[in-house]
């Protein structure tokens, strides 16, 4: 009887005969093959290093040519490019679309466009697919004769190919939702630098109004002090003179602080370029003669052209395309495949297969219940957004309507005050009028003109509020028609 190699020299044996008939070499050209062909596709890689932070710490200069060239490219729904002059003082409008292709966050903002875009081109690719192989080598007893045992299979997933159309709904609502947002991300801070020139072109002649008061009182402060002198004033006269010149240097300081405040928000707004001189264009005449119209007229039209309620409304039916996905993949993930296989008395197989699990324990249910709650949510944001709209238009439009009232009374007391400072300015340096009387005057008429300032002031803001709002420039409905 022959003797039996024990089964671990068998297994040596065995291996090594493998190797000798090159095994090996047929799984590594396997191996190989499918490297090569998953690698032929695939991007390289990149550095991308941060910007050092020398570069960063000082603001960068305006540069008139590389920033106009910038303001050619804006494409929004809103803003419009135009001639952007830097030399002759900055406007609302000029302070918006540097705002637009100067500011950080608008830059970050945008990079989201990639990503999303970035998320379509992931929604639409189909699932890899699967291929595997096997070889076994008989041995031991009785294997003498027989062939090795091959077998190669070929799978896909299924289950992607059939949510794929839903997946590509949601990540073209994802990437339309993101457009919209960026873009009323531009509106927004374009609007705040709108603001903030108007706000500051407004200041600046505020401040001027306020130390040409305070010249004024200084000089009468310095009569006074020389009449005291002379026994001509008394000391409660004088007292009230300097409790008056201090309550308008305080005014003066206050004001000169928000113009400080107004200036470095500007700034913010365009990234803090290294700017020396900000000089702005001086403001216009308050515009209240419009007539002002209701809430009710001016809201639908706001509510139509807002671009933040239509990026809303594209994420609420991306959402809802992503409900139907949960939904879809509730059923049985299946994976349909190929088989080739050749036993070991070379006997050739080819079939198919198809693998199913069976939705006994996880039904989607989690999935499902999170994308309907999320979808609520979402529609719940909208109507709060709306209805916040709503409030603001309010508002807004009701300190217009005030304005519209108060704004011509007062500056119709300037006109009248200035024909009499005019003459008894003539009459208080011949002597015919002491100078308390005229300086009284005087300081009248300033705070008449600071105070139609500050409510000029007042009115250009509200109105930059509404358009704000409205996310429009035009948001004056049409005039009714008149019936006859």
Not at 33 to 37: E, H
Not at 125 to 128: A, C, G, H, R
Not at 167 to 186: I, Y
């Given at each position: 009887?022959p003797?039996?190699?024990?089964?671990?020299?068998?297994a040596?044996?065995?291996?090594?005969?493998?190797?000798?008939?090159?095994?090996?070499?047929?799984?590594?050209?396997?191996a190989v093959?499918?490297?090569?062909?998953s690698?032929?596709?695939?991007?390289?890689?990149?550095?991308?290093p941060?910007?050092?932070?020398?570069?960063?710490?000082?603001?960068r200069?305006?540069?008139?040519?590389?920033?106009?060239?910038?303001?050619?490219?804006?494409?929004?729904?809103?803003?419009?490019s135009?001639?952007?002059?830097?030399?002759?003082?900055?406007?609302?409008?000029?302070?918006a679309?540097?705002?637009?292709?100067?500011n950080?966050?608008?830059?970050?903002?945008?990079?989201?466009?990639?990503?999303?875009?970035?998320?379509?081109?992931?929604?639409g690719?189909?699932?890899?697919p699967?291929?595997?192989?096997g070889?076994?080598?008989?041995?031991?007893?009785?294997?003498?004769?027989?062939?090795?045992?091959?077998?190669?299979s070929?799978s896909?997933?299924?289950?992607?190919i059939?949510t794929?159309?839903a997946?590509?709904?949601?990540?073209?609502?994802?990437?339309?939702?993101?457009?919209?947002?960026?873009?009323?991300?531009?509106w927004?801070?374009?609007?705040?630098?709108?603001?903030?020139?108007?706000?500051?072109?407004?200041?600046?002649?505020?401040?001027?109004?306020?130390?040409?008061?305070?010249?004024?009182?200084?000089?009468?402060t310095?009569r006074?002090?020389?009449?005291?002198d002379?026994?001509?004033?008394?000391?409660?006269?004088?007292?009230?003179?300097?409790?008056?010149r201090?309550?308008?240097?305080?005014n003066?300081?206050?004001?000169?602080?928000?113009?400080?405040?107004?200036?470095?928000?500007?700034?913010?707004?365009?990234?803090q370029?290294?700017?020396?001189?900000?000089r702005?264009?001086?403001?216009g005449?308050?515009?209240?003669s419009a007539?002002?119209p209701?809430?009710?007229?001016?809201?639908?039209?706001?509510?139509?052209?807002r671009?933040?309620?239509?990026?809303?409304?594209?994420?609420?039916?991306?959402?809802?395309?992503?409900?139907?996905?949960?939904?879809?993949?509730?059923?049985?993930?299946?994976?349909?495949g190929?088989?080739?296989?050749?036993?070991?008395?070379?006997?050739?197989?080819?079939?198919?297969?198809?693998?199913?699990?069976?939705?006994?324990?996880?039904?989607?249910q989690a999935?499902?219940?999170?994308?309907?709650?999320?979808?609520?949510?979402?529609?719940l944001?909208?109507?709060?957004?709306?209805?916040?709209?709503?409030?603001t238009?309010?508002e807004?439009?009701?300190?217009?309507?005030?304005?519209?009232?108060?704004?011509?009374?007062?500056a119709?007391?300037?006109?009248?005050l200035?024909?009499?400072?005019?003459?008894?300015?003539?009459?208080?340096?011949?002597?015919d009028?002491?100078?308390?009387?005229?300086?009284?005057?005087?300081?009248?008429?300033?705070?008449?003109?600071?105070?139609?300032?500050?409510l000029?002031?007042l009115?250009?803001?509200?109105?930059?509020?509404?358009?704000?709002?409205?996310?429009?420039?035009?948001?004056?409905?049409?005039?009714p028609?008149e019936?006859?």
């Open positions: 009887m003797r039996r190699s024990p089964p671990n020299a068998l040596r044996e065995t291996l090594a005969t493998w190797i000798r008939e090159g095994g090996p070499r047929a799984l590594l050209a396997i093959a499918g490297l090569v062909a690698s032929s596709a695939c991007s390289l890689y990149h550095r991308a941060l910007p050092p932070l020398s570069s960063l710490a000082s603001g200069p305006l540069e008139p040519a590389s920033l106009q060239a910038r303001i050619d490219e804006i494409d929004h729904p809103i803003l419009k135009q001639a952007v002059v830097l030399s002759d003082g900055i406007g609302p409008m000029e302070a679309l540097l705002a637009v292709v100067l950080p966050d608008l830059a970050a903002a945008r990079a989201r466009r990639g990503e999303a875009r970035a998320g379509v081109i992931a929604a690719i189909l699932p890899n699967v291929f595997g192989g070889l076994d080598r008989p041995y031991g007893t009785g294997s003498a004769g027989l062939a090795d045992v091959v077998s190669l070929l896909i997933d299924s289950q992607r059939l794929r159309w997946r590509l709904a949601v990540a073209r609502g994802e990437l339309e939702q993101v457009d919209l947002d960026v873009a009323w991300q531009e927004q801070v374009a609007q705040a630098a709108r603001l903030e020139a108007v706000r500051l072109a407004w200041l600046e002649r505020r401040v001027a109004l306020a130390r040409e008061q305070l010249a004024q009182e200084e000089e009468t310095a006074l002090g020389h009449a005291y002379a026994r001509d004033a008394t000391v409660e006269r004088l007292g009230v003179q300097l409790a008056a201090e309550t308008v240097r305080a003066v300081m206050g004001l000169e602080e928000a113009r400080t405040r107004s200036r470095s928000a500007l700034l913010a707004l365009w990234g370029p290294a700017v020396s001189d900000l702005m264009e001086p403001p005449p308050a515009e209240v007539p002002v209701e809430t009710a007229r001016v809201a639908p039209l706001c509510l139509e052209r671009i933040d309620l239509v990026a809303l409304r594209r994420g609420h039916a991306a959402q809802d395309a992503r409900v139907r996905q949960a939904v879809i993949e509730q059923l049985p993930d299946v994976s349909i190929i088989a080739h296989q050749r036993d070991e008395s070379s006997l050739r197989f080819f079939g198919g297969f198809v693998s199913l699990s069976v939705p006994v324990f996880d039904r989607n999935t499902v219940a999170l994308a309907v709650a999320t979808r609520e949510r979402l529609a944001e909208y109507e709060a957004r709306v209805a916040s709209v709503r409030s238009l309010d807004t439009l009701g300190i217009l309507r005030m304005l519209q009232h108060r704004l011509p009374e007062v119709s007391a300037v006109g009248p200035a024909r009499l400072e005019r003459s008894e300015r003539a009459a208080a340096e011949t002597g009028v002491s100078w308390l009387s005229y300086a009284t005057l005087r300081v009248a008429l300033l705070e008449q003109r600071l105070q139609e300032a500050a000029s002031q009115a250009a803001e509200t109105r930059i509020g509404i358009d704000t709002a409205c996310g429009t420039l035009d948001w004056q409905p049409p005039a028609e019936r006859g």
